[in-house]
Structures are given as C-alpha cells and as structure tokens.
C-alpha cells in the first residue's frame, strides 16, 4: 500500500522537520555519511563487533531492527558497563577528537549504526522519536537526530520536546534518571555524551540556540508572572465576594431572641439551689415584699389615728 504523505506545494520545500512529504522522507545525513560522524574508536568497535557481524547483519529491514532494539537495547551509552580500558592511552586514539577508552559496544550504538546503514526514511524517524513502548527506541531516535541532522535543524527537531516529562536512564547500570525534556536540552547544549562526543555545532547555530533558550525562559517567566497576577485578581474577587454572600446569609437567617441574665445567674447556674430558684432574684422579691408590708403597716397606722382623732 503507498504512503500517505502530507499536501506540499509543488514550488515550495517544507521548513517543518516533522512534516512528511514525498521530497523530504528520504533523509540525507549531514556531514560524513559514512561514519554516521561518529568517531573512529566508537564506529571501528561496532563494525568489528560479533553482535554486528552475525546478529543485526541478518536484519534487512526497519521493522526487524525496531524488534531487536526493542528486546534487546538496555541503556543508551557507547560501552557497555565495566569493559572501557581506562590505561595506556596512546597512539592514534590519544589525539583524537571524542575518542575515549575503548571497550566493548554498546547493544545501543550498533542498532544506531545499522539504523544509519538502512537508510531509514523521516517517517521511520518519527516512530522512533514517538515510540511509547520503550523510552530507549525514543532516545536511539534523539540520538540519530543529534548525530545525523544538520545543526540548524536541531532546535526544530527537539524543541516541541522540551516539556516531554517521559523519563529515561541513559546510563549503563542506571542512577542518571531524567526526562526526554532535560534529555533533548542536554543534547543542544553539551557535546560530551558518556564517554564520546556528538559533532560540533557551528559557533553561530550555537549562539542563535543559546538565545533561543534565553527568550523561552523569558517567555516561561512572563507567562508565570501572569498565571499568579490572575490567581491573586481571582483571589480578591473571592475575598470581595464573600462578605456580600455572609451578609445575604444573615439577612435570611431570622434573629433569635436573646435571653438576658444577671451575672449572679451567670456565676451559679450550675448548682441545685439556684436550678429550683435564682437566690439574688429571691431576695430582691424578699425585700420588695417587706417593703411593700411596711408600706401597708405605715398606712394602716396613719388611717388609725385619723379615726381616733375624729
């Protein structure tokens, strides 16, 4: 069944890395397309290694590749752990540029390699690069990407992957988790990669890419600082709000009747006495009571001597 490429111009060339059309799938490998640009110590090991020779020499096919690296690649450093020769260092691999002590190969580099020699298409990049079943097929893509691509395409290829929050272990044996965001940044930034070196980016490409980051990070700051202005106007609105709503709940809420006390009450309300009868109140009444008696006994003696009198 034929491809289905994405509509181009016919006069036009697309400037989109991850747009697919009938010119552009096939990629072409900036640089030396022999080696991959990778260097010498590295691409001798994989050439020579018996992995290549009678395992991945028998794949013919993408999708064949795909399989193997899948099942079989662990990490995505050059060497496998605990085999790089660390002494003796000379010769030809002492002054060359990105070389480091040999050892054995890595499962990783070689699929890398025979990926490079099957010519795969940009579609067959994007699988990689999208893969969801392993994070190693994905960092294989990002490194093929790093090593092959031209340098003022490398922020298009790895820029909409900046905020990717997958994580990967690169390293042989692990301990050097991180996220495809931070994976693709390190890979614009730095050109050592455990023990080898990614091809050098232009001085002028390198600084158009520092600049890039500077104003993204400007622009995260910006964005920020306008997420916590609208935070604090909502919070304000919420605080404004409130007390209006508080005083709708008092007017709907009927006020109770309160019921007032004499301190004497409020001191001694707890005691049987004052439950059957409040003693202050009783001896207020008890005084009005012999107050009012006296006033009848005054009278009384007052009317008495008025009737003696007449």
């Known amino acids: 069944m034929e491809d289905l490429y994405d509509d181009e111009l016919e006069d036009e060339e697309t400037t989109d890395v991850y747009r697919v059309t009938k010119r552009n799938n096939i990629l072409v490998c900036h640089g030396n397309k022999t080696s991959m640009n990778l260097n010498a110590l590295v691409l001798e090991n994989v050439v020579q290694s018996q992995y290549n020779k009678n395992v991945l020499v028998e794949y013919t096919t993408f999708q064949q590749l795909l399989d193997e690296a899948f099942y079989n690649v662990r990490h995505l450093e050059p060497w496998e752990r605990g085999t790089r020769k660390t002494q003796g260092m000379t010769g030809m691999c002492g002054g060359v540029r990105g070389v480091g002590a040999g050892g054995v190969v890595s499962t990783a580099f070689c699929c890398l390699y025979k990926f490079h020699t099957l010519r795969i298409t940009r579609r067959q990049l994007l699988m990689l690069i999208d893969n969801r079943q392993s994070a190693y097929l994905r960092g294989l893509g990002f490194i093929y990407v790093r090593y092959t691509q031209p340098p003022a395409d490398l922020w298009s290829w790895f820029e909409p992957y900046f905020d990717d929050d997958e994580e990967v272990d690169p390293r042989s044996g692990g301990g050097d988790q991180m996220t495809f965001g931070n994976f693709v940044r390190l890979m614009l930034t730095k050109l050592d ?118």
């Open 193 to 310: 990669w455990y023990g080898t070196l990614f091809p050098r980016i232009p001085v002028p490409i390198q600084k158009q890419i520092d600049e890039n980051f500077t104003a993204k990070r400007q622009s995260s700051l910006q964005e920020f600082e306008r997420n916590r202005s609208r935070e604090r106007d909502r919070d304000d609105r919420d605080r404004q709000k409130r007390p209006r709503e508080e005083d709708k709940k008092k007017e709907e809420v009927p006020t109770k009747k309160i019921r007032t006390r004499c301190g004497h009450h409020l001191r001694h309300h707890h005691c049987t006495k004052h439950r059957k009868k409040c003693s202050r109140k009783a001896k207020e009444e008890r005084q009005k009571r012999e107050a009012e008696k006296k006033e009848e006994l005054k009278n009384g003696s007052s009317a008495d001597v008025h009737m003696g009198d007449a």
